[in-house]
Each structure stands twice: as structure tokens, then as C-alpha cells.
């Protein structure tokens, strides 16, 4: 378990990281990079996994059930449809890769 | 082997902000998915091995729901036409603030023991996930075009509030009272959360829509980060909280590249008139 302040360091130095990190992005790149967070988020599934595992009783499992169908596809969905979108960029750009 | 799986939740957090970095610049930004989604592997592959997890019936339905969401999501990911990608990544994302809303669930409907922060924060996360799930499939819907009409009606702002009003009250009440909630309490709690996400998105006109959907994104982010906090992961806390703000500032640079604020975009449709005031 993360305690309280420390928890707090965490938040506070994601938080910065995450304003730093898109702070000069193009506009080209905004649907891109709404999607690719979309993925990044998918780690709930690890979250979603560990309750199921945790589930004790029919109605927790079905919870659980649920949440990592939903997960799965949020993790799996993500990448795929962002992945498909930057394909593009190494298509018209010279530059990638 | 507990200390393989934090190693392995450290490097998919670096790599989860590394890609993003990637992602910001068209040049390196197709590497950049590849490296969050080596990290998003190898946490998920190290988490079936996370001690304390029991059952192999619990296995088995973790299993069945990976290959049955991730296929779907899958197939309909690679056929989607590349003009409807804002939908599809709205159907995501509230896919993800769904999964937050449930692990939180599972913790309140076993009335876990839990400190008065966590449940707090329990709590928070699962009104937050449940109002972008709920408000992201109904963005789909209005993008798929299953949702033609934009729903407005007089006072409309006032019975929003109303509803978002009761149910931090009713959210107030679980995350105060320890164990000692009901669970129908839990079931009208998160039927509230449900009902605001619709009414919140409802009025807004389809044209707002990547905007709106890009402020889901960050909550469900904040969603996540809270769970996180909730199960004790940090791999979930930073990756959530860098998605939840990379997300409220990207909603912002959204709102701003259509010449309108963010509250513009969520709230000049109640009502008459007034937006074109604001725009100006």
C-alpha cells in the first residue's frame, strides 16, 4: 500500500509529467495523441484483473467479469485504432523510421 | 516474485510516459505506441502472477474476458474506416471508464475494510469512471449517428446539477459511513452517476464532440489513477494521473484550436443563445 504523502508525491509529479509531456504538440497530432492516452489508460485492466482475482462471491465475480471485458477492449482498441492513425504520419512524412 | 512484478509495473510506467513523449511529435510518434504498448504487455503479462489473487474460476473468467474484449475490440479497431475514429476511441474510452467504475464496485459491494481516504478516493473514482463511461457511449452514439437528436429542455443546466448534486450526496454517505452502507444505497449511487453522464453529453451538438470526448479521456484517466491509489498499484496511478492531465490539457488545446473555451463547448447549448456571445 501507497501511503499518504508519498501517494501525494505521486500524483502531484504524474500530474506535471503528464501537462510537460503534451505541452507543444501540433494541432496535427491531437486526435492522434487523445488516442494514444486513450491506450495508455487501458493499464486499468491490470486493476480490473486483480479485483476479479480478488472476487469472492458470484455477484464480485461478474463485477469483476465485466470490468476486465471492458478493459481488455479499452487497452486493445486503443492501441489498434491508434496505432492505424499514426501509420499514416510514416506514410506522408520522410522522417519516420 | 513479487519483486519481478514491481519491477515490471516501474518499467511500464516509464515506458507509458516515454511513448507519450513520442506521441507528441510526428516524426517519432508511431514509435512511440509501439514502446507503451511493449510496457502495457508486460504489465498485464506480470499481473496473472500477482500474489493474493486465488481461484481458478477467477482465472479462468480473467482469461475468457481478455480474449472475448480484446478480440472485439480488436476486429472492430482494424475494420473501423479511418473517418470514424473519434467514435471508436470514444466507445474505448468509455469502455476504460467503465472497468474503473467496476473495480470499484467489487471493492464496495464486499464492503472491503477500508481507511476514510482510500474510500473517499474509492468512491471519487467510481462516480468519475462511471460519468465517462456512461457520457462516452453516449458521444458514440451521437458520432455513429444511433443518436441524431440533441436533447434540450428549459432549466435543463439546473436539473444536471441536481442530479450530479445527489449523487456526490449519496457518494458522500458511502464513502463516510465505512461498512455500514447498503447495497441498494450502492445501486442508486452509481445509477446516478449513469444518469448524469447521459444528461451531461445529451444537449452538446456533434460537432463539439472530439472535444467532449477528449474530456472523458482525462477522466477516465483520473478514474483510473484513483483506483489505482485504491488497489495499491502505481503503474496504474502515474499512467492514469499522466492521462488525466495530458488529457485536460489537450481538451483545453482543443477547445482552443475550434476559438472556444472549454466551458463554451459543455454548457452554451443549454438554454438560448449565448454562445455566440461568449465565442466573440
Known amino acids: 500500500m501507497i501511503e499518504g504523502f508519498v501517494a501525494l508525491y505521486i500524483f502531484m509529479l504524474a500530474a506535471f509529467t503528464g501537462y510537460e509531456v503534451i505541452s507543444k504538440v501540433p494541432v496535427i497530432l491531437h486526435t492522434p495523441l487523445m488516442s494514444g492516452s486513450n ?31 471492458l478493459a481488455a477492449g479499452n487497452a486493445v482498441g486503443g492501441y489498434v485504432v491508434t496505432e492505424r492513425m499514426l501509420e499514416m504520419f510514416k506514410s506522408s512524412g520522410k522522417g519516420g523510421q | 516474485m513479487g519483486f519481478v512484478i514491481e519491477v515490471a509495473y516501474f518499467v511500464a510506467a516509464v515506458l507509458f510516459i516515454y511513448g507519450l513523449k513520442k506521441m507528441s511529435s510526428p516524426v517519432t510518434a508511431r514509435r512511440g505506441i509501439v514502446w507503451a504498448g511493449v510496457g ?16 481458478v474460476g477467477n482465472y479462468l473468467l480473467m482469461f475468457i474476458a481478455i480474449v472475448i474484449g480484446g478480440g472485439v475490440a480488436w476486429v472492430s479497431g482494424k475494420r473501423v474506416a479511418m473517418t470514424d475514429m ?61 443518436q441524431r437528436k440533441t436533447i434540450r429542455f428549459p432549466n435543463q443546466k439546473f436539473v444536471n446539477m441536481a442530479v ?93 484550436a475550434m476559438n472556444r473555451s472549454l466551458a463554451n463547448v459543455l454548457f452554451s447549448n443549454f438554454g438560448s443563445g449565448g454562445a455566440a456571445v461568449q465565442a466573440g
Not at chain 1, 469472492?56 to 467479469?65: A, D
Not at chain 2, 502495457?40 to 481461484?55: E, S
Not at chain 2, 464486499?110 to 467510481?126: C, D, F, K, N, W
Not at chain 2, 446516478?192 to 477522466?219: C, W
Open chain 2, 86 to 146: 473519434p467514435q471508436m476511441i470514444a466507445l474505448y474510452n468509455g469502455m476504460g471508464g467503465g472497468a474503473a467504475a467496476a473495480i470499484a464496485g467489487v471493492e464496495l459491494v464486499r464492503h472491503e475494510p477500508m481507511t476514510l481516504t482510500v474510500q473517499l478516493i474509492a468512491v471519487l473514482g467510481a462516480l468519475i469512471g462511471t460519468v465517462a463511461f456512461s457520457g462516452s457511449l453516449i458521444a458514440f452514439a451521437k458520432l455513429q449517428g444511433l
Open chain 1, 39 to 69: 491506450f495508455v489508460h487501458g493499464i486499468v485492466l491490470v486493476g480490473a484483473m486483480v479485483a476479479l482475482g480478488h472476487a469472492q462471491t458470484p455477484l464480485e465475480q461478474l463485477i469483476g467479469f465485466v470490468g476486465v471485458l
Open chain 2, 40 to 55: 502495457m504487455l508486460v504489465a498485464v503479462l506480470v499481473t496473472f502472477f500477482q500474489p493474493g489473487l486465488h481461484g
Open chain 2, 164 to 256: 450530479f448534486a445527489v449523487a456526490v450526496l449519496f457518494g458522500l454517505i458511502i464513502g463516510l459511513s465505512g461498512t455500514g452502507y447498503s447495497g441498494g444505497l450502492l445501486f442508486v449511487f452509481f445509477l446516478l452517476a449513469l444518469s448524469f453522464g447521459v444528461m451531461m453529453t445529451v444537449p452538446i451538438g456533434g460537432a463539439d464532440m472530439p472535444v467532449v470526448i477528449s474530456l472523458y479521456n482525462a477522466l477516465t484517466g483520473l478514474a483510473v489513477g484513483f483506483e489505482g491509489f485504491v488497489l495499491g498499484n502505481p503503474a496504474m496511478m502515474i499512467a492514469g494521473i499522466v492521462v488525466g492531465s495530458a488529457g485536460t490539457l489537450l481538451t483545453q488545446l482543443m477547445a482552443k
